[in-house]
């Protein structure tokens, strides 16, 4: 089973210690690494990418936070620190979770729980039917997997998105709509809208300002309609 590679970013070596004890004890996760400060830890992600950060708040040199505003592409970050006040601040960062120390390892685990598990790697395709591309979504502590070509449309929810899928299934899973469409990485999606993504063959009709999905109309937002048009016009060629 592939692990989610931890880096531990604190200046208590007795936290950093019982971090490590945590990760260590938790099958899906592998320890990476510890450092003492922000710098440390720019200096070791140069050559070592990780899966997860557990990055204290109040460390030297460079805040915690402040460290995690200078990562262009931060890995899912836990958030461990003794103040209450920052947590609106690093929600705002999408942090997954806010642990408030001291912690034991059950709520350590229930912050495990909210991470993006790594997708389990594929068998060797069978060469009599072409490979059907999945993903698998966390959705109230089990992962689930969803086929690309099943999904309809993609609602967003704030931090999370609603999957519709052509089975009927919908699936609700920890996202914000941009980061969700960068992680499926398929060329059939088209976002029309701040909250919606569609699959483009899915579309069976549209106007200038709406498209329809299985008698769901989803509007067209301003911003995209130029592209949108674009696309649509080369559909209905």
């Known amino acids: 089973m592939a692990k989610l590679k931890c880096l531990i970013v604190e200046d208590e070596p007795l936290a950093a210690e019982g971090l490590e004890e945590f990760i ?9 690494g510890a450092c003492s400060d922000g710098l440390a830890a720019l200096e070791f992600l140069k050559n070592n990418p990780v899966d997860v950060l557990f ?7 460079l805040k915690g936070l402040d460290f995690l505003k200078t990562l262009q592409y931060p890995p899912q970050v836990i958030l461990t620190t003794a103040y209450h006040q920052y947590a609106i601040e690093g929600y705002e960062l999408n942090v997954v979770d806010y642990l408030l120390k ?16 790594p997708e389990p790697a594929l068998s ?18 089990r992962q689930v997997r ?13 931090e999370y998105v609603k999957i519709h899928t052509t089975t009927g299934d919908t699936i609700v899973t920890r996202f914000q709509l941009g980061e969700f469409e960068k992680h499926l990485k ?13 699959a483009k063959d899915k579309i069976r009709a549209f106007s200038a300002t709406a498209v329809e999905v299985e008698g769901k109309k989803l509007p067209i937002g ?13 559909l209905a060629r």
């Open 24 to 32: 260590r004890q938790t099958p899906v996760l592998e320890f990476a």
């Open 222 to 234: 301003d911003s995209f309609r130029a592209e949108v048009e674009k696309v649509l016009r080369l």
């Open 186 to 198: 398929d060329s059939n999606i088209l976002r029309i809208h701040r909250s919606f993504l569609v």
């Open 55 to 61: 990055l204290d708040i109040h460390l030297p040199k």
């Open 146 to 158: 969803v086929f690309n070509d099943e999904i309809l449309y993609v609602e967003s929810l704030k």
């Open 124 to 141: 060797a395709p069978d060469t009599n039917r072409p490979l059907r591309t999945f993903h698998f979504f966390n959705e109230n502590k």
């Open 102 to 117: 001291p912690f034991g390892f059950p709520r350590f685990l229930a912050a495990v729980d909210k991470l993006r598990l």
